[in-house]
């Protein structure tokens, strides 16, 4: 894998993104974000907590520039390239005719980068991700648990300024998602990276993200923002904590806050 | 405690093998009989057909007994199957022929929403109208007759691949769509790493069904055509033997056709197979 980025403690870290009074409506009508105001820096857990239509998603897609916002700016610092961004869905969106290797190498392929040239690069995300042996597996030889983490190793492979994970592991079990939640913040130590986290459970959101923002929905909006000082690497003790159970009741009152507003 | 709990049940172990054992039974007689049952009724079916025409003692310019027709297949061998061949490559052609354009027809309208909507309803309008109904005025202005067969094929047999493709091309999977927007793909990047190898299922249904659809076309073309230019296909030798009331040639030429018809479906469904075992859920192999 390429060099991992420092992790600078917050207050110095760069900004990587912003969003800036950021609206969108759909068909003039459905408000799905109003408002919208986030800084992203690098090294940053963000985990977007809310209700379902709140417009986690639609925030992630503005992001993403799948869409343009109807009014207000998402700016980056600097320019952005095509690998600068990994995406990770709720479904594991992986190609079924090709090998997990093939799958992972979808972003240079897609900048003309032949298997050969990246070979390493492809063998280190799949490391990264706990994968090494499945190289020349097909996707529907894995448990969906391991699908994801080729996900996973396939948005992390460009070494990107931004990973956006919508809901990821929400389909998946209890045991398999406590176990992920533990790798993606091992990955994170490891490699550095920045991430913007949509779920919509108040555990996960506290145990990850070093920030929770937490939205209501009709219309889509930033309703309150936690910091969860505590430092990585976190564990089991981290999860038994009174600290952690703390956190996740503010997160929860502020999630019942937002469902309430909505109701 | 109940007294129902003392009814001690089977061990549960025991109860799950026999069960198991029971379904693999099942399973092993289900593959014998899908080759047995087939067999049995074509063997009974052809004792039937010997029966009613010895015991009728009906003539063979009316209907020729399984015996004859097989002994016609062999002595008129060479005719047939110089004829078989002939039929086979214009087959074969409109077929490749048929791919091309459905294929390239069908990248064409995901490629362009306009193209689609100026051609989509010409393709459905010749797939409508029986191509018997068509073929003679292809064969007024078409002089080569090579050329008139393939057309009367082709119209016949583009369809099913056109239809099913561009409905490939148009299930590629959203995520992976998006995805490939944030990485930047070109059209053409998108075309060929993500529709193109969705639509591939979609594509070999449509193959299946275009080979045996190619068949009749050739086959009804030359029933129009007649005979000339070219050597003469088993369409025209089926024809030809009725003219001259040789019904167990008839029989022998219609065996070989229905036979050819069977041969491209079992390639196809192997090439589908091949293509797809080791992604798609209908090349999958489940339990139970
Ligand atoms: N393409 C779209 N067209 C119309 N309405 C949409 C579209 N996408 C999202 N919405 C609406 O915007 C709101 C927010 O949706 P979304 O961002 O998907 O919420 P979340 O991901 O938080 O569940 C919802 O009310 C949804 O119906
Ligand atoms: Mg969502």
Redo the contacts with the bound molecule.
């Keep these: 894998m390429t060099d991992p980025r420092p992790i600078l403690p917050p207050g110095q870290r760069p900004l990587v993104l912003e969003m800036q009074g950021v609206d969108k409506s759909f068909n003039g009508a459905v408000v799905a974000l109003r408002k919208m105001n986030l800084a992203v820096h690098e090294g940053d857990f963000i985990s977007l907590l809310g209700p379902?239509g709140c417009g986690?998603?639609t925030a992630l897609r503005l992001i993403s520039g799948l869409m343009p916002p109807t009014a207000g700016r998402i700016v980056w610092n600097g320019a952005v390239q095509a690998g600068d961004l990994g995406v990770v869905f709720?479904e594991p969106t992986l190609m079924p005719w090709a090998t997990v290797a093939q799958n992972v190498w979808l972003p240079f392929r897609l900048r003309g980068q032949s298997f050969a040239s990246v070979r390493d690069r492809i063998a280190g995300a799949l490391a990264l991700v706990g994968l090494e042996n499945f190289h020349n597996a097909y996707p529907r030889e894995l448990s969906g648990g391991m699908k994801m983490r080729v996900s996973i190793a396939r948005a992390l492979v460009t070494n990107p300024r931004l990973i956006l994970m919508?809901?990821p592991f929400a389909a998946l079990d209890e045991i398999t998602r406590q176990k992920l939640n533990n790798d993606l913040l091992a990955l994170k130590a490891k490699i550095g990276c920045t991430v913007i986290f949509?779920t919509h459970s108040v555990f996960e959101s506290v145990f990850l993200s070093d920030r929770v923002v937490v939205m209501a929905a009709r219309p889509g909006r930033v309703i309150r923002e936690l910091a969860v000082p505590a430092p990585y690497p976190r564990d089991m003790i981290f999860r038994t904590s009174p600290e952690y159970a703390a956190l996740c009741r503010d997160a929860s009152d502020a999630l019942v806050e937002a469902i309430g507003v909505a109701a | 405690m109940t007294l129902a709990d003392r009814h001690i049940p089977p061990a549960p172990d025991a109860l799950f093998d026999a069960e198991e054992a029971r379904r693999a039974r099942m399973k092993r007689i289900e593959g014998v009989a899908k080759w047995l049952l087939p067999v049995l009724v074509l063997a009974l079916g052809v004792l039937a057909w010997d029966r009613v025409v010895v015991w009728n003692d009906i003539p063979h310019y009316i209907l020729p007994g399984p015996g004859l027709v097989l002994q016609t297949l062999v002595k008129d061998w060479a005719i047939l199957f110089d004829a078989l061949l002939v039929t086979l490559q214009i087959t074969l052609m409109a077929l490749a022929v048929a791919v091309i354009g459905g294929v390239g027809l069908a990248v064409l309208f995901t490629q362009s929403r306009w193209a689609e909507m100026s051609f989509y309803p010409y393709a459905v309008i010749l797939q409508v109208t029986p191509v018997v109904s068509i073929a003679p005025l292809i064969f007024i202005y078409v002089d080569n007759r090579l050329a008139g067969l393939l057309l009367c094929a082709w119209i016949v047999a583009f369809f099913p691949i056109l239809a099913n493709t561009t409905l490939g091309l148009k299930s590629a999977d959203h995520n992976l769509t998006d995805l490939m927007r944030i990485y930047r793909a070109t059209r053409w990047q998108r075309l060929r790493y993500l529709q193109l190898p969705s639509a591939l299922p979609y594509f070999l249904g449509g193959l299946r069904i275009a080979g045996g659809l190619s068949l009749i076309g050739a086959v009804v073309a030359e029933y129009v055509a007649g005979t000339g230019g070219i050597g003469s296909g088993l369409a025209f030798r089926i024809l030809e033997a009725g003219y001259r009331l040789n019904i167990p040639r008839m029989f022998a030429a219609l065996l070989l056709i229905a036979l050819t018809g069977v041969v491209i479906f079992a390639g196809l469904s192997f090439l589908s197979h091949m293509l797809l075992r080791k992604w798609h859920e209908s090349a999958l192999k489940r339990e139970t």
């Design positions: 379902s986690k998603s709720q919508d809901e949509v």
